[in-house]
């Protein structure tokens, strides 16, 4: 465990790689013996470009959510973010003192 926790930045490009090799490696090999090799690498090099392109979208867009949440409800949670720290300092934690100053929801 201890290994792929620092080999991560090798692991999970790997992962990312065989997961497009077990998506595409079906339809090269069902393809192949109907259609001329080259076409069927094209035809696989474009399914895979689509796909990727499409779960990059759909990753954008949930994060474009988040963010336009986030935007919407600031003052939510400017309220709840002023009210734990008014509950911390009255539990005798002066958070002010350990924190750095900058560090608000308007920041």
Not at 32 to 61: D, H, R
Request: hydrophobic share 60%; proline share 6%.
């Amino acid at each position: 465990m201890g290994a792929l926790y620092f080999g991560r930045a090798v692991f999970e490009p790997l992962a990312f790689a065989l997961f497009i090799i077990a998506l595409s490696a079906p339809m090269l090999q069902w393809l192949q013996p109907k259609v001329g090799k080259m076409l069927v690498l094209m035809l696989t090099v474009c399914t895979v470009i689509s796909v990727v392109l499409i779960f990059f979208t759909m990753v954008f867009w949930g994060v474009g959510q988040v963010a336009a949440w986030v935007i919407a409800n600031i003052g939510l949670l400017e309220t709840v973010y002023r009210t734990f720290m008014a509950d911390i300092e009255d539990l005798g934690f002066p958070l002010d003192i350990l924190l750095p100053s900058n560090l608000e929801p308007r920041w």
